[in-house]
């Protein structure tokens, strides 16, 4: 059995976690600056491991440096967000087919089994949710296209998909908060099960459907990015 991690170490990847949810939450509007005294307040925790998790954040471009000021929540952009989602895409269906090609019946009930769950999650109704309900339906949003693609086996594939979906999460927040909640809930539902039902038939159009999905996030964000 590994040594238990020190206690200092195990604390800055709580911190690192918890700010990381926030952010890709939308909790902390674009641009802001985040105040070192607000954050430890925040958080509960001292300057060291908040300064861990600001420098992994930084390094994931998920915040920003700011010189001697600190750091900020980086600003979304049109360019960001298409180039973004399009190697998403690119990526991300190439592992669907990879999944696809060497999936078994395990990887299909887990696909059914995180299909049904993401159905089960609130939607977000507005600002006054921006935090924790974003976060639950993104975890388990996050855990169904993770099952989709889980049976591709090609690692360093799936990691690549998974920071660019870190960076993703961040409009699609926009998108949670914004959108009439009763139409999104009973589109995305419909979109996510034909998703699930072409994949477990190994039918082809299942890439392209994904395709679309991705596309229809990222042309809605597009919109509220430059209406």
């Known amino acids: 059995m590994p040594p238990a991690l020190p206690i200092s170490r195990t604390l800055a990847e ?35 491991p908040l300064r861990e998790a600001i420098a992994r954040l930084v390094g994931e471009d998920l915040l920003v440096a700011s010189g001697h000021r600190g750091v900020r929540v980086p600003l979304p952009s049109l ?17 669907l087919r990879l ?3 060497r999936g078994d019946d395990l990887w299909e009930s887990d696909i059914v089994a995180a299909c049904y769950r993401l159905e089960r999650a609130p939607l977000p109704r507005g600002d006054v949710e921006r935090g924790g309900t974003v976060i639950a339906w993104e975890t388990r949003h996050r855990a169904f296209h993770g099952a989709l693609i889980a049976a591709a086996d090609a690692p360093r594939l799936i990691r690549m998909i998974d920071q660019l979906t870190d960076q993703t999460e961040r409009y699609r927040a926009i998108r949670l908060t914004r959108a009439d909640t009763a139409r999104l809930t009973r ?9 699930a039902d072409a994949t477990i038939a190994r039918d082809a159009s299942a890439v392209d459907l994904l395709a679309a999905h ?11 990015l430059n209406p």
């Open 187 to 195: 589109d995305v539902a419909a979109e996510h099960r034909a998703l």
């Open 14 to 48: 709580q911190v690192y976690e918890t700010l990381k949810g926030d952010l890709l939450a939308g909790t902390f509007a674009p641009g802001s600056a985040l105040l070192t005294r607000e954050l430890l307040a925040r958080y509960g925790c001292g300057i060291s």
């Open 79 to 95: 360019a960001d967000l298409n180039e973004t989602y399009r190697i998403r895409t690119l990526l991300e269906c190439e592992a």
């Open 214 to 224: 991705l596309e229809r996030t990222r042309a809605f964000v597009a919109g509220l």
């Open 99 to 101: 999944a696809i090609a």
